[in-house]
């Protein structure tokens, strides 16, 4: 059974930082994509950040340029660094993986870490 543990969400005020980490356990099978989504209250779910095994990153236009995403391969964790937070970062951050087994890929979502940003 795969597990996301996520950690680093808070309360900080607008323009501070926070760094949010995902560990993943318990994959029988090569971690393809890692990533971050965000659910603001009322909204849906979008896709903030990713990163391949090999390092490539994609970002959502409103982060970019002040979120940075990284992963260490062998821990099986993908980081979010978020800089520069504007009130409208203020979301549940969800970290997200995919895993592939031969021409199959599994998705798995982490519980949820609360990210408030205050004025």
């Known amino acids: 059974q795969v597990q996301l543990m996520e950690s680093g969400g808070g309360l900080v005020q607008a323009g501070g930082s926070l760094n949010l980490s995902c560990a993943a356990s318990g994959s029988p099978f090569s971690i393809s994509v890692m990533g971050w989504y965000r659910q603001a209250p009322g909204k849906q779910r979008t896709p903030v950040a990713g990163?391949?095994?090999?390092?490539?990153?994609n970002y959502a236009d409103l982060v970019k340029g002040r979120f940075t995403i990284s992963r260490d391969n062998a821990k099986n964790t993908v980081y979010l660094q978020m800089n520069s937070l504007e009130l409208e970062d203020t979301a549940v951050y969800y970290c997200?993986?995919?895993?592939?087994?031969?021409?199959?890929?599994?998705?798995?979502w982490g519980q949820g870490t609360q990210v408030t940003v205050s004025s």
């Open positions: 997200h993986v995919e895993l592939v087994a031969g021409t199959e890929v599994f998705d798995y």
């Open positions: 990163i391949t095994v090999g390092g490539n990153t």
